[in-house]
């Protein structure tokens, strides 16, 4: 974990899924085995987050569209249904220990929150940690925003809403691509393999 050219900072930003709330996409998988009746290694290989994933996170292709996708892909005939099943099984809980910092940091800062996310799943998350949720001002979606991490429209989209420039950002987020995407955008950037590294950064930043 380092924070980049930390400088002054005037917003917190953070990924939800793996730094905010758990995520687990082999429990999606297991289920789609499951009903398929096929082997999840198998299953696994064949997954990856690919152009159609991608689209449907930016909310250019719905859900049916992006399962249709799938079936192909994956090749396995499952309903909507049973894909829908499965799909929502992803969230596993809050990552341990966040909402305290979290909370202590939002008494120094404001937070925001920016996922790439498809509306299916949003409705989980809106309404299974709307408490934690509430902590943040705003939470940025890439299928409304119609921009996803790491693209650079998508930190633009945030940065304007919020108005504060992009140097003065510090971003936090599970995935080294969407970091090093951050750091490109001209953000500060924190690579969080743990409540740890969170919890490091804002020492940093806040005391």
């Given at each position: 974990m380092q924070v980049?050219?930390?400088g002054p900072v005037d917003a917190l930003l953070f990924d939800l899924?793996?730094?905010v709330i758990e995520i687990d996409f082999d429990r999606v998988l297991a289920r789609w085995a499951l009903h398929a009746g096929t082997d999840f290694a198998a299953l696994k290989s064949r997954f990856s987050f690919d152009p159609s994933y991608q689209r449907h996170e930016r909310g250019e292709i719905d859900v049916a569209a992006y399962f249709a996708s799938l079936r192909t892909t994956l090749g396995i005939d499952l309903s909507d249904a049973q894909f829908m099943d499965g799909?929502?099984?992803l969230f596993v809980g809050e990552v341990p220990g966040i909402a305290?910092?979290?909370?202590?940091a939002r008494t120094r800062l404001p937070l925001y929150a920016l996922t790439n996310s498809n509306p299916a799943h949003q409705q989980i998350?809106?309404?299974?940690?709307?408490?934690?949720?509430?902590l943040f001002r705003a939470v940025f979606v890439s299928s409304e925003i119609g921009q996803r991490k790491p693209e650079l429209g998508a930190f633009q989209a945030v940065g304007a809403a919020i108005g504060v420039p992009l140097s003065r950002i510090l971003f936090f987020d599970d995935s080294l691509e969407n970091v090093e995407g951050a750091k490109?955008?001209?953000l500060c950037a924190v690579h969080v393999g743990s409540p740890a590294d969170v919890e490091r950064a804002l020492k940093a930043i806040l005391d």
């Open positions: 980049v050219s930390p899924g793996g730094v799909w929502n099984e305290d910092l979290l909370q202590r998350w809106t309404r299974e940690y709307a408490s934690l949720l509430g490109a955008s001209g």
